[in-house]
């Protein structure tokens, strides 16, 4: 069945960086549109950044435009979010899915913890 499994994150001290990878499995991911989304304490599901099923075109939300880059290698079936100048409200468990925005109908993974402080 669809598994997502997330891994790279970590502590990253403020203008730090970190990459994300996201493993897939289980559906033909090179014909799936794929999201980033992140949750901090005491705050919603927010999507970060989507990316078409071919790579060929990419979005971010407003809050990492500029700092951070998805991208896939639909040959690993892979996901993957290079987070660069890092800052403490980017601290979140990060999650990918399935799907382009954040619909009921996607897949999920466990998250990874992304924390920055100095």
């Known amino acids: 069945q669809v598994q997502l499994v997330e891994s790279g994150g970590g502590l990253a001290q403020p203008g730090g960086s970190l990459r994300l990878s996201c493993a897939a499995s289980?559906?033909?991911?090179?014909?799936?549109?794929m999201s980033w989304a992140r949750q901090a304490p005491g705050k919603g599901l927010e999507w970060v950044s989507g990316?078409?099923?071919?790579?060929?075109?990419?979005y971010y939300a407003d809050s990492v435009k500029g700092r951070f880059t998805i991208s896939r290698d639909n040959a690993k079936n892979t996901l993957y979010l290079q987070m660069n100048s890092l800052k403490p409200e980017d601290t979140a468990l990060y999650y990918c899915?399935?799907?382009?925005?954040?619909?009921?109908?996607?897949?999920w993974g466990q998250g990874t913890q992304v924390t920055v402080s100095s």
């Open positions: 899915t399935n799907q382009y925005g954040l619909g009921p109908s996607g897949s």
């Open positions: 289980g559906f033909t991911f090179s014909s799936y549109p």
């Open positions: 990316i078409y099923s071919d790579g060929s075109h990419r």
